[in-house]
């Protein structure tokens, strides 16, 4: 629901009156208006429309929803895997086969600066993240200075609850639904969809507090994406107040006047930022869009691809995604890559594969036909060409990671220029590389496309790279599953190719959006 993104403002809401943690008396009410006008309430009616369950919503922890310890959702710590690549053999009939008989390292964690804050590995679509490569708050930390004071006091209260992350996570919704019964609306029905994503959202960006331009980027994107939900100023208050008293409770032993304060001047600058961007997007574009199935592709028993037309111009570049709610399940929502780039037709496709529980991924495949309506919102992430440069791009594009890249493939080809393009599409199995015809369809009608099936048991796409190059006069572009991207990033790096080059959506969004 509320996540996080803007520059560091000085901050804009008070502390408590009696300083009571989670009181309520007057914590974070907002000392100046956002920017622009926005309407009232349109956006939550538009949420009690597309369909409630009225007998689900008095409380996600059973019948005592006062009490914390009655629900305990995914732990909130920041996790990675991080899967020791094995070495490939040469290209065989044009496609290249990782050797199976060297056994890859078990997944290790990785610390929390160096890893995604998710809670389970993405496979269901957008193979892309909810924020592009200069998004993500873990790849580009900014200069290494000295931390201020209150980032000193933040990181203090994160080492201390991380052992009991998620007893504060279901205390921090115990007392948000039952201080304020009003918000749970917002929020989907069946409360293990939403995990943990809410309070991992605001901790990942408090973390970061210092780094002021990636920060200001991530949290304007929250911002103007949690429109859809029906988040509007007036819940930011609540949700302090929460964060708060969670904090509060479980880091009791480095609780301290002087730490409250940082956190209510951190929560103060994230969530202004939040409402002036969201502000700002409402003076331009709607909250979500309503789009109409078209037409339903099923080309394997778990992956569609499934094209839509929105009810108005959708604008969007190639490499961006959107979000995506099904009639299905009523607000919850989904990340999925645009396929192609922007057509005359105004249509939009994407690839879906419908992953065990998956209640979205398996709708889109298994039960949208066309006719069906459903919602997108905004599109995001920077994971766009640079038609300004002739550099290369080389593409990385494991599973239906492949839909992002093939859009990335139109976008040049449109534009003219005759850079070479390097396309690396990786799957486990030939059947898996579903749409692998289409990409060679490109490479035939354009002599600057070089496309290279990578098939393999274990997904050592990375490896395959290093077969081939130099790659230091080329734009890295990734998209596919967390490990693959983390694998993939490594493997770039120690073939030469600086991080600036490396784009891809963040990692942490990734997962946190998986089904």
């Not at 302090?240 to 103060?268: P, Q």
Request: charged fraction near 25%; proline fraction near 9%.
């Amino acid at each position: 629901m509320f996540e996080a993104r803007h520059s560091m403002n000085a901050p804009t809401t008070t502390s408590a009156d009696d300083g009571t943690p989670g009181g309520g008396g007057g914590w974070f009410a907002p000392r100046k208006p956002p920017v622009g006008e926005p309407s009232s309430g349109d956006q939550a009616s538009g949420e009690r429309s597309s369909g409630e369950r009225s007998s689900g919503d008095q409380s996600p922890f059973g019948e005592r929803a006062e009490s914390a310890e009655g629900r305990r959702p995914a732990a909130i710590r920041p996790l990675g895997r991080h899967a020791a690549p094995a070495p490939v053999a040469g290209p065989t009939d044009g496609r290249i086969r990782a050797d199976r008989d060297t056994g890859a390292a078990p997944d290790s964690v990785r610390p929390p600066r160096e890893a995604a804050a998710a809670s389970g590995p993405r496979t269901d679509s957008l193979t892309q993240a909810s924020e592009p490569r200069t998004d993500s708050l873990t790849r580009h930390p900014g200069p290494a200075t000295p931390a201020s004071p209150d980032a000193v006091l933040v990181q203090r209260t994160m080492a201390e609850i991380g052992p009991v992350a998620d007893q504060v996570t279901s205390y921090f919704y115990a007392l948000l639904f039952t201080r304020h019964p009003d918000l749970r609306p917002l929020f989907p029905v069946a409360m293990d969809t939403q995990r943990d994503r809410l309070l991992k959202a605001l901790l990942t960006a408090a973390e970061h507090i210092d780094h002021t331009e990636v920060l200001t980027s991530y949290l304007r994107g929250l911002g103007r994406g949690h429109r859809k939900y029906g988040t509007r100023p007036e819940h930011y208050p609540a949700v302090g107040e929460s964060l708060i008293g969670a904090l509060s409770r479980y880091a009791s032993a480095s609780w301290d006047e002087a730490t409250e304060g940082a956190w209510v001047r951190t929560y103060t600058t994230i969530s202004q930022i939040m409402i002036d961007a969201a502000a700002e997007d409402e003076l331009r574009a709607p909250a979500w869009w309503f789009a109409e199935v078209v037409s339903h592709d099923l080309r394997t028993s778990d992956i569609a691809v499934v094209t839509v037309r929105p009810d108005q111009p959708y604008p969007f570049l190639a490499g961006q995604y959107t979000s995506l709610e099904t009639p299905w399940w009523p607000r919850i929502w989904r990340h999925y890559s645009f396929a192609s780039a922007p057509r005359a037709d105004g249509l939009l496709s994407f690839h879906v594969r419908a992953v065990p529980a998956g209640w979205v991924s398996s709708a889109l495949v298994h039960r949208a036909r066309p006719g069906d309506i459903l919602r997108l919102g905004p599109p995001a992430g920077s994971m766009t060409v640079d038609h300004t440069t002739d550099s290369g791009l080389l593409c990385l594009g494991g599973g239906t990671g492949i839909a992002p890249i093939k859009a990335l493939v139109e976008d040049v080809a449109e534009h003219g220029r005759r850079r070479p393009v390097e396309v690396f599409y990786g799957a486990r199995t030939d059947h898996d590389l579903y749409d692998i015809d289409t990409m060679l369809r490109l490479q035939r009608a354009h002599p600057w496309l070089a496309v290279r099936p990578v098939v393999d048991q274990r997904a050592q796409l990375p490896d395959a790279v290093r077969e081939y190059g130099p790659w230091n006069e080329y734009d890295a572009y990734l998209s596919g599953p967390p490990g693959m991207i983390r694998n993939g990033v490594d493997a770039l790096r120690d073939i030469g190719i600086p991080e600036s080059r490396i784009r891809h959506d963040s990692v942490e969004e990734l997962v946190a959006a998986g089904d």
